[in-house]
């Protein structure tokens, strides 16, 4: 597969450097320069020094180099609780009839990655989903039809945005993570692209002990 056949939306560098911010790491300049980093979801097939090996969410196996400078972060999960008032996220959401955002995933970002990728985008979750990283400027209970859940109103330069988060709906966080996390069968979330004509790893967000990252 070549890395130019999946999405290649504008947000798509953006995301690539939230997720090195995310983890403390330092966003390396080819990765700022590059154009068309993809996002990869999937399973580890097989790992060494070189090479990393995913199979994608559509059964397709990817394989990648893996540079020496390659990130990993781990992700994991934390409680909806966690979400407080000034609390900087990101959300994939789906656009709702009445305007507000449905939340398909949370992550509460570091303190050091405030301000990372800020405002409302696109986002290839599922088909028609949206990304807002903002910060949380009001919290209240979701509406009786979503009992349990959380509303909050983010704000970010230019708008803001109401986003309804379900009780069940994953919430994450981030640090930086080890090689212990590259294992056959680990869940991911790759960002990559091509180097020189070559399908090459950026970094690998992955979760412990078969927890997928959900965004």
Do not use: C
């Amino acid at each position: 597969m070549r890395l130019s056949r999946l999405s290649t939306a504008p947000a798509l560098l953006a995301s690539a450097a939230f997720l090195l911010l995310a983890a403390g790491a330092p966003v390396p300049a080819s990765a700022q320069a590059a154009s068309d980093p993809v996002r990869i979801r999937g399973t580890i097939v097989r790992v060494d020094a070189k090479a990393l090996v995913v199979q994608d969410r559509g059964g397709e196996v990817v394989s990648l180099a893996r540079p020496a400078d390659m990130a990993v972060s781990e992700v994991y999960p934390i409680k909806l609780s966690d979400i407080r008032q000034g609390s900087f996220i990101g959300t994939a959401a789906m656009p709702q009839a009445d305007g507000t955002q449905k939340a398909l995933e949370v992550v509460v970002f570091p303190e050091a990655a405030r301000g990372t990728g800020e405002g409302h985008r696109p986002w290839d979750l599922l088909p028609q989903s949206t990304m807002t990283n903002a910060t949380v400027a009001d919290l209240a209970a979701a509406p009786k039809t979503v009992r349990g859940g959380q509303q909050l109103r983010l704000t970010y330069k230019g708008g803001e945005k109401t986003v309804i988060v379900p009780p069940d709906v994953p919430v994450v966080t981030f640090r930086p993570g080890t090689e212990a996390l590259l294992v056959p069968g680990a869940k991911v979330l790759v960002n990559a692209q091509e180097r020189n004509g070559v399908p090459t790893a950026l970094r690998v967000t992955a979760g412990r002990n078969g927890f997928a990252p959900p965004m």
